[in-house]
């Protein structure tokens, strides 16, 4: 497995910040794209680790709960999907507004990547804009630093339609230990596994 774009990806980027969020669901909602009364994909947590591509390690990491504003109350079928509970998110959480803020400036003017299931999504670069709309701020999101690894891991091999960010290791039969759709556990998969494909992409 070789590929001109894998090979051009690893050559131009060194340091890269990767990002997951989690955000508002309930049973259903993802079916109905969240047209439910009253219901939005509002952030509970960001997680997002700064890494370096020729040393492949982790120089850094920005991990925050976030208290949704409009459905305060996280649903049962959020608490078991992320095992994030609502303690949590009272006693840890911050706004959205102070959280991006942070994470802006923690990022550093990198580039940044998150992952989707199909290329050209917006994945959770879109979870940052609707969240951004929803409470009115007065900023707008740079689009042209943000973009997936949805791309590269196809030309690895893996069907995306059939693994969430947080079990894309397991295509790559790696070792990793966590709760899949804990924002962090979500992010070690992602960078274990773009690790994962710029050793198959060296090797041919």
Avoid at 73 to 80: V, W
Avoid at 86 to 102: C, I, K, N, R
Avoid at 119 to 136: H, K, M, Q, S, W
Wanted: hydrophobic share 40%; with cysteine.
């Amino acid at each position: 497995m070789q590929s001109d774009f894998i090979t051009e990806f690893f050559s131009t980027h060194k340091q890269i910040i990767i990002f997951d969020t989690e955000f508002t669901t309930w049973e259903g909602a993802l079916a109905r794209k969240w047209s439910g009364p009253n219901e939005h994909r509002e952030m509970v947590q960001i997680a997002a680790q700064m890494i370096d591509l020729e040393t492949e390690t982790v120089l850094d990491s920005f991990n925050c709960m976030v208290k949704p504003q409009v459905n305060p109350i996280l649903s049962d079928y959020f608490i078991n999907l992320t095992g994030i509970t609502q303690d949590q998110v009272d006693t840890e959480g911050v706004l959205f507004q102070d959280v991006y803020s942070a994470f802006d400036n923690w990022t550093n003017g990198l580039p940044i990547f998150c992952y989707g299931r199909t290329v050209g999504e917006p994945a959770d670069r879109g979870v940052f804009e609707e969240n951004i709309t929803l409470y009115n701020l007065p900023v707008e999101l740079d689009r042209s630093r943000y973009s997936t690894l949805t791309e590269l891991f196809q030309l690895a091999g893996a069907d995306t339609q059939k693994y969430s960010s947080g079990e894309m290791y397991r295509f790559f039969n790696l070792p990793l230990d966590g709760h899949v759709h804990n924002a962090m556990h979500d992010v070690d998969s992602l960078v274990a596994s773009l690790f994962a494909v710029k050793k198959l992409n060296n090797s041919k």
